[in-house]
């Protein structure tokens, strides 16, 4: 990671698609679909540049991701692993560092889930902030000190309930009729990453 802290490390968690990578259309309810297969997993221009600004701050960077797709059987776990493997590797090659990958795999519907194993009403799941507790748990994350970046209404609440302060992505198709209250907005996350710098510059 980045600088050293004075006193309990601080982290800024980042959602996935919509944020690092752009998703790839709609899926069967009308919402963004995530990439189901590594040649169609692109990582926006300016993903390395804003993880820099963060690192530089002396963030922990972690991403966390739903990615339901695994339980619904449209695409396996070893596809998702080659994904993010790619995406740690891409940011290091560049000079940035992405410290830990999180994922939710699960999804609570029986009609949808192809997976037994993995049909759960977890805890990991955005809107429910577990990974972010996960993240704080092993790495001794400051969460009053931390930030969620993410582009929809789940990342927003995940990211409050852990106590983080968040920025949403602005993003029209998967918050349709939700009412969100971020601290703040941006277009995308280098946007995101100057907030956060400014914020932090901030006396």
């Known amino acids: 990671m980045g600088i050293g802290h004075l006193g309990p490390p601080k982290a800024v968690f980042l959602d996935r698609d919509g944020v690092i990578n752009p998703p790839v259309g709609l899926d069967e309810f ?10 169609d997993f692109q990582i926006f221009p300016w993903t390395a540049e804003a993880i820099k ?15 339901p797709a695994v339980a619904k059987g449209k ?8 994904m993010h493997f790619h995406l740690i590797y891409w940011v290091r090659s560049v000079g940035g560092i992405i410290d830990k990958i999180y994922a939710c795999l ?10 037994p194993a ?14 972010l507790l996960q993240a704080a748990q092993e790495f001794g994350i400051d969460l009053q ?19 983080c302060r968040t ?16 601290d703040f907005t941006a277009e995308n ?4 990453a100057h907030i956060i710098e400014r914020e932090e510059n901030t006396p």
Not at 167 to 182: F, S
Not at 189 to 192: G, T, W, Y
Request: proline share 6%; charged share 25%; with cysteine.
């Open 106 to 115: 699960h999804h609570p519907d029986p009609k949808q889930v192809k997976i």
């Open 53 to 67: 600004i963060l690192n530089s701050l002396g963030f922990y960077v972690f991403i966390v991701t739903n990615q």
């Open 30 to 39: 009308g919402g963004t679909e995530s990439p189901l297969r590594f040649e």
């Open 75 to 82: 695409m396996n776990h070893l596809e998702l692993e080659n």
């Open 167 to 182: 920025i949403l992505i602005r993003n029209e198709v998967d918050n349709r009729g939700k009412t969100i209250n971020p």
């Open 145 to 163: 000190k931390s930030w969620l970046v993410g582009d929809t209404w789940k990342d927003v609440q995940a990211g409050q309930a852990a106590g």
């Open 118 to 131: 993995l049909l759960a009403d977890c805890d990991c799941r955005k809107p429910k902030p577990g990974m």
């Open 189 to 192: 996350l280098l946007e995101a």
